[in-house]
């Protein structure tokens, strides 16, 4: 199975990467409530667009703090000769199942990612909580039982042989849309809820910068002279975890995991050396390519992030970021502050609201240069 057979291709496995990095600049507490905003619920990106890149896309320039209105079609002119856009090519999986327990009891799994051939973690929704040994019915012939419980998260084993994961996902399982989207997934769903470059199967959540994609706007992209690369980070359901400690240094982020491979470290390189900036699809891209740079620069890695990336941040991989509109008070939205200064991220938001952008997965984009470039930190410390 790919998915597992991948980790550890790389002799080098990244570790957890716990909120104090020594990358974190010594900067005052920072409060979940200093990224609150409003945002009325009718915003809220219900369905997506009628055409993949028709999306409206807010560009902010991180330093000076100037923002404009553009449509997505805008990105190319965006991007100059030399610059190497940076793409997460994760698959979703239709990571929704809905099964009977022995008893006869509604049970709803919600797969956080695929461990091996028999064996997955997940979120399991049911009148009362299964307990190890219990066993789950999804369709007419499969079979799981409850292995163990890893905090909010059971370990669940499929008792059949024959088919592996996704083999039965794909028969039996629902695209597992956001819980911010109030409607069953829709078979267009299938389709617009994954990106026209998705490969590598194993996200339970997608990529939503991507969504706006189209092979039209890639390939101008491309004709401009802009090199386009990839990263793999399985997106888990724990990207919609919210932050519950006041105080955002105690929130404990969730680990997914990631991939960057030789080949695209070799085009960072070369970007570089050619005077080229690193533009990333999303913050799952970010959060790749942070993971992955150490003192000599970036290195291929294959394993598990759990970086959290907040104001005081110190940035060394990215210089603009294409994404969406993100939650009051997550973690994405943390991350994009650090990324193009707080204050400028929120004032974009309100002006957001006020011209009814849309929001979240199925919303409009943003296009960000960073507030404070490399040179500029360094002189700093």
């Excluded at 099964?99 to 973690?121: A, F, H, P």
């Excluded at 105690?250 to 960057?260: D, L």
Aim: proline share 5%; hydrophobic share 40%.
């Amino acid at each position: 199975m790919r998915i597992a057979a991948r980790v550890g291709k790389y002799r080098k496995c990244v570790p957890l990467v716990k909120p104090f990095s020594p990358f974190l600049l010594i900067s005052l507490a920072m409060r979940r409530s200093d990224f609150h905003f409003e945002l009325p619920r009718d915003l809220i990106a219900q369905y997506p667009i009628h055409r993949r890149d028709a999306a409206r896309m807010l560009i902010l320039d991180g330093k000076t703090g100037d923002y404009r209105d553009g449509m997505f079609t805008d990105l190319p002119d965006l991007l100059q000769p030399g610059d190497l856009l940076v793409l997460n090519d994760t698959r979703v999986i239709p990571a929704r199942l809905y099964g009977l327990k022995d008893s006869g009891g509604k049970v709803e799994i919600l797969i956080e990612r695929l461990l091996d051939n028999e064996r997955l973690l997940a979120q399991v929704r049911a009148s009362k909580t299964p307990k190890p040994g219990t066993r789950i019915h999804i369709g007419e012939v499969v079979m799981l039982e409850v292995e163990e419980r890893r905090d909010e998260f059971h370990v669940l084993r499929l008792l059949q042989g024959g088919p592996g994961w996704l083999d039965l996902l794909e028969e039996y399982g629902h695209m597992p849309l956001p819980p911010y989207i109030q409607r069953a997934a829709e078979a267009m769903d299938a389709e617009r809820y994954q990106t026209v470059y998705a490969n590598e199967p194993g996200a339970v959540a997608a990529p939503t910068a991507g969504l706006h994609f189209t092979d039209d706007v890639l390939a101008r992209i491309a004709h401009r002279g802009v090199d386009i690369g990839y990263v793999t980070l399985h997106v888990g359901a724990g990207t919609f975890q919210p932050v519950r400690a006041e105080e955002i240094e105690n929130h404990r982020m969730h680990s997914e995991w990631f991939q960057v491979d030789a080949d695209l470290c070799e085009q960072v390189r070369r970007a570089r050396e050619g005077g080229g900036r690193i533009v990333a699809a999303g913050t799952t891209v970010v959060r790749c390519l942070e993971s992955a740079t150490g003192e000599e620069g970036l290195e291929p890695v294959s394993g598990e992030t759990a970086i959290f990336i907040y104001p005081g941040y110190r940035f060394r991989a990215v210089d603009c970021l294409l994404t969406n509109f993100h939650l009051p008070e997550s973690t994405l939205l943390m991350l994009v502050c650090a990324f193009a200064g707080r204050d400028n991220v929120l004032r974009a938001y309100r002006y957001a609201v006020e011209e009814r952008y849309r929001f979240f997965s199925y919303g409009d984009a943003m296009f960000l240069t960073a507030a404070t470039s490399d040179k500029q930190q360094a002189a700093s410390e």
